[in-house]
């Protein structure tokens, strides 16, 4: 494996909680890594598994789903909904031979600038020593 | 003027769908006072290379079932492609792969090895296996088609005009689609013919039944209850997959009281339908607590079987990523 793998990981955060967690790391000036490629969504609830699915087909390596914390969503109830969409599909990218490393579910709230930071490292970490998720186009057109 | 030709051919299936043309019966004389049958291997003696006489384009339409899983069948659609005017794919597996599809959790090496090995009712102890080529006794070289590394859906293989949905296709369906493609009035390449652009729960006779918001607490397999016959099949705990599967097979399984297995495949937009089903399927479990929802999720005992049925080599993935021919 090259050494020099730098895995590109997308990051589905919820307009409320989530990415306001990420603009205040950033105003605080907190070191995260690059690699992630940030989505900002209006709740973790509207984050359709087949968008996951869509990104690690175009070539993600990790994908992150962030959320509020139970009890918080502004929607009431929409982390709930990922929360049980995110416990179904897991199963199923198994299957699909994706390591469960590269796919997380987490909560971080407004203020969990450190939260975002410390996940975003440890998801890091651990999908580098995985290398390049590897899709291979299939069709036989032509 | 000469008739509309017409050729039907069957790929990687069980001939259910060959079944389902058969099932047009009386009506069936109706097609063939319309159209001319230039070529059907399961019910006329035709043979490939009356097929390869025809000039270019020259057949109106090729009606395909079935996945692309041997050499063969990708040979014959790209020979039906250059002598058809418009590529039907017709059924289940030729849509999206169908249940021969789940093949694509496995690499090639892995299928042949149990099919032709370890399955518990071969006994094979010279451990023969189908080979591409064979020298016979007598100096001729006898071959047999490649089975490919993957099944593909037919549109993966040719460009496809129509898609005729369902496990297999209704004889309403194909009646419908037949009359579509003969009116001469086509509708966008890419579309579904015969059946509705809404799902299954908009023509289903439950749908009265069923309650503004739909939660479950106990996932119940078809096996374990005696579905009331009467009632939303979800409200009793089955999976049906109605709300997010394409409507216009008139709701069969649903009368026999059987949940939707999603035959009739995605709605327009939907990218991954088995994506969509869990989406859809996961979120009216009413549970909020993470154990609480494993526990009960873990009742799908296979979801990949359930969610992905009849699509997986049409979906985001196509099957199992990494095919190591261990």
Known sequence: MSKDFEPRIIAFCCNWCSYAALDLAGTSRMKYPPNFLVIRVMC???????????????????????????GDCHYIEGNIKALRRMTLLKRVLEEFGIEKERFRLEWISASEAEKFVRVANEMLEKIKPLGPLKIEEVHRHG | MDKPKIALYWCASCGGCEEAVVDLAEKILDVVNLVDIVFWPVAMDYKVEDVEKLPDGSITASFINGGVRLSEHEEMVKLLRRKSKLVIAYGACSSWGGIPGLANLYGREEILRYVYHEAPTVENPQKIRPQ????????????????????????????????VPGCPPTPEVTWKAIET???????AKGSVLGALDKSLCYDCPLNETKPEKVLIKEIKRPHEVIADPSKCLLTQGLVCLGPVTRGGCGALCIKAAMPCTGCFGPLDEVIDYGGKAISYFASIVDYSDEQEIEKALGKILDPMGIFYRYSLPASRLRGKITIAER
């Open chain 1, 44 to 70: 973790s609830g509207r984050v359709d598994p087949q968008f996951i699915l869509e990104a690690f087909r175009r070539g993600a390596d990790g994908v992150l789903v962030a959320g509020c914390h139970p």
């Open chain 2, 132 to 163: 591409t080529e064979t020298r016979a006794e007598e100096g001729i070289t006898l071959e047999l088609p490649e089975f490919l590394p993957r099944l593909l859906p037919l549109d993966l293989v040719v460009d496809v005009d129509y898609y």
């Open chain 2, 181 to 187: 493609l003969l009116s001469g009035n086509l509708p």
